[in-house]
């Protein structure tokens, strides 16, 4: 018995002590408010100083995107058992070395709070807890902003946001044809780089990743930026007019893809023997403008004109010539003698009849005309004119008359007069002369709709698409009550990138047609059966690159009846 006590006394220490070391290897989660301290002495503190986000942490490579070292004081407590990390409530890791006094956490992610608890147990109980709370670095890769911008002097201009919080340098890599790789020009704290390196026509590739002290992004991922520098094409001038009654000139062009242009110039000659001279030069998100010189455009004189891309180091081709004869709108007078009737019957005769004053001895044409067409031509210098309507269909109309000018192109109407043709049934008739797009009109998408005076198809202003990027929209619409049947009818012109950019129409949501191209002004037509609530639609886009001509669409004369 003597024995089996002795051996008993001898054994039950290290019994004890091997239940205990047990204890900590359990991996159950443990509340930090359930842990009893028996030697609040015995410390294991974290070391709070190396965690500091945004200095010390990330600068030390203790705070990363996807890991974190926590780092505490050895414990001295001679009846140690293991130390207990928890992160966020949840054991981690038991340890049983005294000597060991940190743990590196690799399963987080970036940009987050995480809250970690280090508990030295002992065979008393837990004799210390310590707890902090980090945040793990920012790690975007920068290929969210990546953007290249050519400079006037022709220079590449690459920059960038900053969406990464440890240290580091960005990396910049150009492709090198000779050497068929990616060559590294530039590493950076900075988000702006200038390559100076450009040479006229060539294709250019850029590639960007982030180099830190402890991470770095993975070059399989680097963005990637293609840039071509183009001054080879010649800008095209589609658009020449005088813009009556006033002696100004108006020209519109495309950059036909030239994207190294800083400026466009307008050069302007007199008749065909004189000299083209410098007008003025405007900036490259501009593709018009109005020559309103009015001492250097004389009546009867025709001008011409070209436009020219430009940088500080290249000019592109110049673009075609247009040319445009001036006008003293003081020699040419048309006006009503007897104008149309504000309402008239259907499958009636109503004459009217108005008058030209030429006071030159060229042959010239005048003629009437109303929304839905015209009449046929007739030909004549000064002197009245007369005509009659007769209308099959009920409607709104707008009727005038119109003077031409065979040898030089010149038009002038008389006053436009609004009539309504029989029991018409007219719900809505918009021709956005307000000025403005208004209620109960909507405009939204990357940029709204505008009432532009440019070029309408009749009156003062049409409806214009907002101004927009690659793979952008931007739509008008509104909403009319409908009682049944429905005849919906609108003029439209486009001036886009053909087959790429469209004007589209859609009713309900349901589309009907689009276009694309330069169309000028065209009739579009259709008919919708309903009740209640009906939804117009216009919408004009992009795709994903290329322009032409005025990049936008337009809409005129809105009717449904």
């Not at 009449?375 to 099959?392: E, W």
């Amino acid at each position: 018995m003597k024995n089996i006590l002795l051996i008993f006394r001898n054994v039950f220490p290290l019994v004890l002590i091997v239940f205990l070391l047990a204890s900590c290897v359990k991996e159950e989660p443990i509340g930090v408010n359930q842990l009893s301290l028996h030697y609040p002495g015995a410390a294991s503190a974290i070391s709070r100083s190396e965690l500091v986000p945004n200095s010390v942490g990330y600068a030390n490579g203790n705070i990363r995107s996807d890991r974190a070292t926590i780092k505490w004081t050895a414990s001295v407590d001679p009846q140690f058992l293991c130390y207990k990390i928890f992160r966020d409530g949840s054991l981690l890791m038991t340890i049983p070395n005294i000597s060991t006094t940190s743990y590196v956490d690799t399963t987080l992610f970036q940009d987050n709070y995480y809250l970690y608890t280090v508990a030295t147990i002992t065979n008393q109980g837990t004799s210390k807890v310590d707890t902090v709370t980090i945040k793990t670095a920012k790690f975007n890769l920068p290929a969210l902003n990546f953007q290249v911008q050519l400079t006037p002097d022709t220079n590449v201009r690459i920059f960038w946001r900053r969406t990464i919080e440890v240290p580091g340098e960005y990396k910049l890599f150009k492709y090198s044809s000779i050497t068929s790789k990616y060559e590294l020009i530039k590493s950076t704290a900075e988000t702006t780089f200038t390559d100076v390196d450009v040479v006229l026509y060539r294709n250019y590739r850029y590639m960007m990743s982030f180099m830190g002290t402890y991470e770095k992004t993975d070059s399989a991922y680097a963005p990637v930026q293609y840039f071509t520098y183009i001054m080879n094409y010649s800008p095209y001038l589609y658009e020449v007019y005088q813009l009556l009654p006033e002696r100004k000139v108006r020209l519109s062009w495309s950059d036909n893809n030239n994207n190294g242009v800083s400026e466009y110039k307008i050069f302007r000659r007199k008749d065909v023997t004189g000299a083209f001279i410098y007008v003025s030069s405007v900036s490259t998100d501009v593709r018009s403008y109005i020559d309103a010189d009015a001492s250097a455009l004389a009546p009867d004189f025709t001008y011409y004109y070209y436009i020219q891309g430009s940088n500080l180091r290249d000019s592109t081709p110049t673009s075609n010539t247009m040319s445009v004869r001036i006008i003293d709108m003081t020699k040419f007078i048309a006006r009503w003698v007897k104008e149309p009737p504000a309402s008239m019957a259907t499958n009636n005769e109503y004459e009217v009849s108005w008058s030209i004053n030429d006071s030159t001895t060229r042959t010239n044409v005048v003629w009437y005309g109303y929304s839905s067409g015209s009449s046929p031509v007739q030909k004549g210098k000064k002197g009245t004119y007369s005509a009659k309507l007769n209308f099959t269909y009920p409607g709104n109309y707008k009727i005038y008359a119109r003077f031409i000018d065979t040898l030089y192109g010149y038009y002038h109407y008389t006053d436009t007069i609004d009539v309504v043709v029989g029991s018409s049934g007219v719900i809505l008739n918009e021709g956005f002369e307000s000025g403005y797009i208004q209620y109960p009109w909507y405009t939204d998408g990357n940029a709204n709709w505008y009432a532009s005076p440019i070029n309408p198809y009749e009156g003062n202003y049409s409806a214009r698409s907002g101004t927009i990027s690659h793979s952008q929209h931007t739509y008008l619409y509104r909403t009319i009550s409908f009682t049944g049947y429905k005849t919906i009818s609108f003029r439209y012109r486009v001036s886009s990138e053909s087959g790429d950019d469209y004007l589209a129409f859609y009713i309900n949501n349901s589309y009907y047609n689009s276009w694309s191209g330069n169309t000028g002004w065209q009739y579009y037509s259709t008919s919708y059966y309903g009740y209640g609530t009906v939804i117009l639609y216009w919408e004009y886009s992009k795709d994903g690159s290329g322009s032409s001509g005025l990049d936008a669409a337009f809409i005129d004369n809105v009717i449904v009846q």
